[in-house]
């Protein structure tokens, strides 16, 4: 699939990556309708928060779930989806309702 990957402060292109898989049992695959630039896309950009090493970019999206894992009950394919922040749902932040901070994430 293609994604805006970030490079280096200044670099960001659209390349072929691999293709998205369900790697946890609470994982989805969404296929994204509509997605926005972040302020944090534009620090990471910029170099205001400093990034080391290529990232695909963009996690304010919302789309369709076209696959999940087999740990999700609520969700069923073709449910419109608003998936962020993208958290664990788990950990020491997920649990008192922190997923903004959840220290699984990996954006
Ligand atoms: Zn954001
Ligand atoms: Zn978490």
């Not at 749902?89 to 959840?102: A, E, M, R, S």
């Amino acid at each position: 699939m293609k994604a805006a990957v970030f490079h280096k402060i200044g670099d960001i292109r659209v390349d072929n990556v691999e293709d998205p898989r369900i790697e946890q049992s609470e994982d989805i695959i969404v296929k994204v309708t509509s997605t926005a630039i972040c302020g944090s896309d534009l620090h990471i950009y910029d170099g205001f928060f400093l990034q080391l090493k290529d990232q695909v970019m963009g996690h304010e999206f919302m789309g369709i779930v076209e696959e999940k894992g087999p740990g999700l009950s609520k969700l069923k394919r073709g449910d419109r989806v608003v998936p962020f922040p993208i958290a664990c749902g788990h950990c020491y932040f997920c649990n008192p309702d922190l997923p903004v901070h959840c220290e699984n994430c990996e954006l």
